[in-house]
């Protein structure tokens, strides 16, 4: 018998795979991302995106990661290493808002700012409930 949460964590796991998929389209250049548009940012912020972008590698590295790992997701297969591989990425982006941020100026974009943090609960959600298959890792 399938346990009741199976399908909070069938729908959770299937709006990550969509988010992350978004996301690797978005670093791509497929779909519109905020990192061509300054006014979105804190000077800081601005400053730290303008930098990474700069680079020429780590968004499309991050793109490439979000997509294979949304795919993961939405197939079903190897879960759990994608939920890991995520967990650097989606920390960061949610560091990212806490230390550097989004300019807040009106409830719009302290809305933006709040569903920054979606990425890194719904990763943690899948982490844990994926929790069984990483106690190997942890056996002596």
Request: aromatic share 20%; proline share 4%; net charge positive.
């Amino acid at each position: 018998m399938k346990r009741k949460g199976n399908y909070f964590y069938n729908t959770f796991r299937i709006i990550a795979g969509i988010f992350f998929i978004i996301v690797g389209g978005s670093k791509f250049g497929l779909l519109p991302s905020a990192v061509n548009m300054p006014e979105m940012f804190t000077p800081a912020g601005w400053a730290f995106i303008s930098a990474v972008n700069a680079n020429g590698y780590l968004f499309p590295f991050i793109g490439l990661v979000s997509l294979l790992c949304g795919l993961a997701f939405l197939s079903n297969r190897y879960v759990a290493l994608a939920a890991i591989l995520l967990v650097p990425i989606t920390l960061n982006f949610a560091l990212f808002h806490i230390f550097l941020g989004f300019s807040i100026d009106s409830v719009f974009h302290f809305f933006r700012e709040i569903i920054s943090y979606v990425p890194l609960a719904l990763n943690l959600y899948i982490l844990y409930n994926q929790r069984e298959k990483y106690k190997l890792l942890f056996k002596k």
